[in-house]
């Protein structure tokens, strides 16, 4: 048979061919090793020079013939199965998404910002301060000298000047308490203004128990005028707290106490009860079936702080406060143990965390419950 009709052959039947697999079957038979077509290309090593001139060109010009339409062949057909592949795969656009996992807001969080809330209510804003903080801010400004006894209540974490990196002439401390902020406020506001903030955020001690963990939250307020008393320290701390648990019946119990940073100082209780088991804020704690609860700590301003903080003790004077965050979330959604707080426990998370979209309004209710 002659080259011409072999390769005529051979493009009819890759043009033949039904599928990739027949396709393929075909390229052994013509190109494989054993191929008919490799077989003609072997012939070429026993054939005298001038037979090879003239047969040489053809068997290759066949080779390529049928090497070229097996490469068209076989686009041509997976292209036909990609669009009989799309036309029976349609794609519903009615069923519902994958759900995607969505994280939470963390109740630390979440009630920060619900006393943010209840606070700018009150004419408050927000302060902030470092977080690793130097000795003056966190201890001698707020009235607690080197070698004050009160500093052993704050037994924490001191971060060595030279190894610190901090170009410092104090000792840096992770703060303690979030006080300090109190004395930047003074001095950023300059010594000649009415102030009121809270300040919440991070402090640290070296303390670790099942309500105790060496890092938890604070919220710290400050409010500084001319004619600012006690009163105002008990109506500011009642509207919060009722705001905040929700409840018209909180009664508090101020007993004297001692802080260096404010004088008189007191310490501020509130009525509670077990129902079902929880402690629920509400009531007088005389009441029958009640008791009293340590909340927080606050008192008047001390003219030493009001000195350090740039204002002048017989013109200006203001009350304090200083509530931990963590108990505040702990009493309103009724967790018990404070260092599943910060396990990072995902499945705790998803439980007591808020949706990114309750966020706390005055209107809408600073209360979303978990
Ligand atoms: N800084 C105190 C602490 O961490 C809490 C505190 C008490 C803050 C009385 C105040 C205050 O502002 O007036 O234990």
């Known amino acids: 048979m002659d080259y011409e009709s072999l390769g005529a052959q051979a493009l009819?039947?890759?043009?033949?061919?039904?599928?990739?697999?027949?396709?393929?079957?075909?390229?052994?038979?013509?190109?494989?090793?054993?191929?008919?077509?490799?077989?003609?290309?072997?012939?070429?090593?026993?054939?005298?020079?001038?037979?090879?001139?003239?047969?040489?060109?053809?068997?290759?010009?066949?080779?390529?013939?049928?090497?070229?339409?097996?490469?068209?062949?076989?686009?041509?057909?997976?292209?036909?199965?990609?669009?009989?592949?799309?036309?029976?795969?349609?794609?519903?656009?009615?069923?519902?998404?994958?759900?995607?996992?969505?994280?939470?807001?963390h109740p630390v969080s979440q009630v920060m910002d619900e006393l943010a809330e209840i606070f700018a209510d009150l004419g408050f804003a927000v302060a902030t301060g470092p977080e690793i903080e130097d000795d003056w801010h966190n201890f001698t400004a707020l009235n607690m000298p080197e070698s004050h006894p009160a500093r052993a209540m704050h037994d924490t974490f001191y971060i060595d000047k030279d190894?610190?990196?901090?170009?410092?002439?104090?000792?840096?401390?992770?703060?303690?308490?979030?006080?300090?902020?109190?004395?930047?406020?003074?001095?950023?506001?300059?010594?000649?203004?009415?102030?009121?903030?809270?300040?919440?955020?991070?402090?640290?001690r070296s303390d670790s128990d099942a309500t105790h963990t060496p890092m938890f939250h604070q919220v710290e307020g400050l409010v500084i005028?001319?004619?600012?008393?006690?009163?105002?320290?008990?109506?500011?701390?009642?509207?919060?707290?009722?705001?905040?648990?929700?409840?018209d019946d909180i009664v508090l119990r101020l007993r004297p106490s001692y802080f260096p940073f404010t004088e008189p100082s007191v310490e501020v209780d509130t009525g509670y009860s077990y129902?079902?088991?929880?402690?629920?804020?509400?009531?007088?704690?005389?009441?029958?079936?009640?008791?009293?609860?340590?909340?927080?700590?606050?008192?008047?301003?001390?003219?030493?702080?009001?000195?350090?903080?740039?204002?002048?003790p017989d013109q200006w004077q203001g009350?304090?406060?200083?509530?931990?965050?963590?108990?505040?979330?702990?009493?309103?959604?009724?967790?018990?143990d404070l260092r599943a707080f910060f396990d990072g426990d995902a499945r705790w998370l998803g439980h007591y965390g808020f949706s990114g979209l309750d966020v706390p309004t005055l209107s809408g209710g600073v209360g979303v419950q978990a």
Do not use: C
């Open 12 to 105: 009819d039947s890759i043009a033949k061919a039904q599928d990739l697999d027949a396709l393929e079957a075909l390229r052994v038979a013509f190109l494989g090793k054993q191929g008919s077509i490799s077989g003609l290309l072997k012939t070429l090593g026993a054939m005298s020079p001038e037979e090879r001139q003239t047969t040489g060109p053809k068997i290759h010009a066949l080779r390529e013939g049928v090497t070229n339409a097996l490469a068209e062949k076989k686009a041509a057909l997976e292209g036909a199965a990609l669009e009989a592949k799309l036309a029976a795969e349609t794609v519903d656009l009615t069923l519902p998404a994958p759900e995607s996992a969505r994280g939470s807001v």
């Open 163 to 204: 190894a610190s990196g901090y170009e410092t002439e104090q000792d840096m401390v992770l703060r303690t308490h979030t006080s300090p902020v109190q004395i930047r406020a003074m001095l950023a506001a300059g010594g000649d203004k009415p102030l009121r903030i809270i300040a919440p955020g991070r402090v640290y």
């Open 225 to 247: 005028g001319k004619d600012i008393t006690l009163a105002h320290l008990k109506w500011t701390l009642e509207t919060m707290l009722k705001a905040f648990f929700e409840r």
């Open 275 to 312: 129902v079902d088991g929880r402690r629920v804020v509400g009531g007088s704690g005389d009441a029958p079936g009640h008791s009293w609860m340590e909340l927080l700590g606050s008192g008047m301003v001390n003219r030493h702080v009001l000195t350090a903080g740039g204002y002048d």
């Open 319 to 336: 009350f304090a406060f200083g509530v931990g965050v963590d108990r505040l979330a702990m009493l309103k959604y009724g967790m018990n």
